[in-house]
């Protein structure tokens, strides 16, 4: 059974950097049949697809044009974890973020367990 | 991008009601539809993958339906843990996007 184990602060002053990591197990970061995603959840926005990271002989990112620029999804196979990385963050960025694991033709089939992030001086 | 269109927004049902909700795409996106539903407080949960594959442990009074850009959840009889939200997610091509959202309450 996978579990996906978010960590990370649950508030960020605004034009700073929100990190949030996701500790993977049942499975791994480094597969070639899964990508790792972000996705958040705010009233105002609904469910939001950030980006993802995935391994297909080398790593790959994609994220949501809306995001480009200020965000960074990186893996690390030591940990098997993910981190999401949002710089200059606003107010507008406080939502739940979710990590969660895609796979076939683009499902996802487990969450983490979400954290709400607020941005707030 | 792809963007999905939700309905109803909310609906208010009794246990044993037979529901549909349904979700149409702005372009055909063939079966790349999958279905969620969430609890308060919790992450989503897969329920249908690709318009009409039941997740595994999930109760076959759900399925799934359509395809292009037209998709429905049915929900055959009603029971007192299906009162959640439940969205719609297109798998077509990134950005994935969600919908709106159908909010499911007991009347």
């Known amino acids: 059974q996978v579990q996906l184990q978010q960590s990370g602060p649950g508030l960020v002053k605004p034009s700073q950097t929100l990190s949030l990591t996701c500790a993977i197990s049942?499975?791994?970061?480094?597969?070639?049949?899964?990508?790792w995603d972000w996705i958040r959840q705010s009233p105002s926005r609904g469910l939001e697809w950030l980006g993802r990271?995935?391994?297909?002989?080398?790593?790959?990112?994609d994220y949501a044009v809306s995001m480009r620029g200020r965000i960074t999804i990186d893996p690390d196979t030591s940990k098997n974890q993910f981190s999401l990385h949002l710089n200059s963050v606003t107010p507008d960025d406080t939502a739940v973020y979710y990590c969660?694991?895609?796979?076939?033709?683009?499902?996802?089939?487990?969450w983490g367990q979400g954290a709400l992030v607020t941005v707030s001086s | 991008d792809i963007q999905m269109t939700q309905s109803p927004s909310s609906l208010s049902a009794s246990v044993g009601d037979r529901v549909t909700i349904t979700c149409r795409a702005s372009?055909?996106?063939?079966?790349?539809l999958n279905w969620y539903q969430q609890k308060s407080g919790k992450a989503p949960d897969l329920l249908i993958y690709?318009?009409?594959s039941l997740q595994s442990g999930v109760p076959p009074r759900f399925s799934g339906s359509g395809s292009g850009t037209e998709f429905t959840l049915t929900i055959s009889s009603l029971q007192p843990e299906d009162f959640a939200t439940y969205y719609c997610?297109?798998?077509?091509?990134?950005?994935?996007?969600f919908g709106q959202g159908t909010k499911l309450e007991i009347k």
């Open positions: 969660a694991r895609l796979v076939g033709t683009s499902w996802f089939d487990f």
């Open positions: 049942g499975d791994s970061v480094s597969s070639n049949s899964a990508t």
């Open positions: 990271t995935y391994y297909r002989s080398r790593w790959y990112n």
């Open positions: 372009q055909s996106i063939s079966t790349y």
């Open positions: 690709s318009a009409s």
């Open positions: 997610q297109v798998s077509h091509s990134i950005p994935y996007t």
